[in-house]
T-cell receptor
């Protein structure tokens, strides 16, 4: 069975700081990779996704992620965070019809 | 509707009671999923529907949990004889595709509290 590991449970940083959230998955076959975000009081929504091609994927709100196949990683980055980026972030891997999620990382951005 | 709709948004029940949670997916989406979100546990897969059939029920934690989908649309997740450990947010998601690279579209969830 595949699994998804997110390295950080809670990250606290100041506005304008850079953000990187780690994600590793265990599945060795063809995967589709996702980052979802859940803002306070809102539903989960897609930040970005990787299917194939360029391993550096750009998403909404200035987020990007890099797929490194040799490391089974799909880390999320943002060069300069804003207070509105406070949210919970979930990495997910899709195999066939099912998405498997990591435990999530809570990001708190201090103004 | 425009998005995935779930009801109730909040449900408080007593241990031992049965509860039903409803999901109305995005129109035309053939795939429907139920996940459970517990504090610090991420999202736990429960069941997957393609049309009205459920080819994967592997995530249902016990036989107290069941789900059905009718008309290829609305789904109901039923928890019988609720226990305190059932307290969680139950998320429904839908997708337009059986397989491939489609993303899942999530509802806002039903928060269940079992006293």
């Amino acid at each position: 069975a595949q699994s998804v590991s997110q390295h950080n449970h809670h990250v606290i940083l100041s506005e304008a700081a850079s953000l990187e959230l780690g994600c590793n998955y265990s599945y060795g076959g063809t995967v589709n990779l996702f980052w979802y975000v859940q803002y306070p009081g809102q539903h989960l929504q897609l930040l970005l996704k990787y299917f194939s091609g360029d391993p550096l994927v750009k998403g909404i709100k200035g987020f990007e992620a890099e797929f490194i196949k040799s490391k089974f990683s799909f880390n999320l980055r943002k060069p300069s965070v804003q207070w509105s980026d406070t949210a919970e972030y979930f990495c997910a891997v899709r195999n066939d019809y099912k998405l498997s999620f990591g435990a999530g990382t809570t990001v708190t951005v201090r103004a | 509707g425009a998005g995935v709709s779930q009801s109730p948004s909040n449900k408080v029940t007593e241990k031992g009671k049965d509860v039903e949670l409803r999901c109305d997916p995005i129109s035309g989406h053939t795939a429907l999923y139920w996940y459970r979100q517990s504090l610090g546990q991420g999202l736990e897969f429960l069941i997957y529907f393609q049309g009205n059939s459920a080819p994967d029920k592997s995530g249902l934690p016990s036989d107290r949990f069941s789900a059905e989908r009718t008309g290829g649309s609305v789904s109901t997740l039923t928890i019988q004889r609720t226990q305190q450990e059932d307290s969680a947010v139950y998320l429904c998601a839908s997708s337009p595709k059986l397989a491939g690279t489609g993303e899942l579209f999530f509802g806002e969830g039903s928060r269940l509290t079992v006293l």
